[in-house]
């Protein structure tokens, strides 16, 4: 069993930066991040596999946001730049413990319990 544990959204402007933090326990391949607007479907935005071995984007975040992985720490960053209004949304961790990794939700077993990003224009 993985836990995930969430922190660092909160409220910016548009063009402003925040990052998420999500510390893993137990044993992971895949981890991510996905996220869900109101009314609107989970979407993945980033994922990353191992020690930064391969990264994985939505194209709309592409050249805004970066993933990164400390393996010591086992814990995923999403860095989350230029950030516009239509990036608001509820951010959740994933972990997975399969070989493969992409940003789709079968990909992922386990889930964090969300952190909010509101970004204002």
């Known amino acids: 069993q993985v836990q995930l544990v969430e922190s660092g959204g909160g409220s910016v402007q548009a063009g402003g930066s925040l990052r998420l933090s999500c510390a893993a326990s137990?044993?992971?391949?895949?981890m991510g991040w996905f996220r869900q607007a109101p009314g609107k479907e989970r979407v993945g935005v980033a994922a990353?596999?191992?020690?930064?071995?391969?990264?994985y984007y939505l194209d709309s975040v592409r050249g805004r946001f970066t993933i990164s992985h400390d393996n010591a720490k086992n814990t995923v960053y999403l860095q989350m730049n230029s950030l516009r209004p239509e990036d608001t949304a509820m951010y959740y961790c994933?972990?997975?413990?399969?070989?493969?990794?992409?940003?789709?939700?079968?990909?992922?077993?386990?889930w964090g319990q969300g952190t909010q990003v509101t970004v204002s224009s």
């Open positions: 994933a972990a997975g413990t399969m070989d493969h990794c992409d940003i789709v939700l079968w990909v992922f077993r386990f």
């Open positions: 137990g044993n992971t391949k895949c």
């Open positions: 990353v596999y191992g020690n930064n071995y391969n990264t």
